[in-house]
């Protein structure tokens, strides 16, 4: 009998989204901006096999602390 188990639902505590989906969100903004980000401690990378993901709550924070009123 195999060990493995089968999960069939996850639910996270925070939605995360993958790092090469940022670029639908920020613009002309490159992979190594947000790498940098992560090593200022700006944001937080998250590394799972080979993709990269960020929260979306951090990312939300980002847009939301660069609001300029005018």
Not at 15 to 39: H, N, P
Request: charged share 30%; proline share 0%; glycine share 6%.
């Amino acid at each position: 009998m195999s060990n493995v188990v089968k999960i069939k639902e996850y639910q996270f505590n925070e939605k995360m989204i993958r790092a090469k989906d940022l670029s639908k969100i920020f613009v002309g903004i490159s992979q190594a901006t947000y790498e940098s980000w992560a090593k200022q401690g700006i944001i937080t990378r998250y590394k799972v096999g080979g993709s990269v993901f960020y929260k979306l709550s951090e990312i939300e924070r980002i847009i939301e602390n660069s609001k300029e009123v005018i």
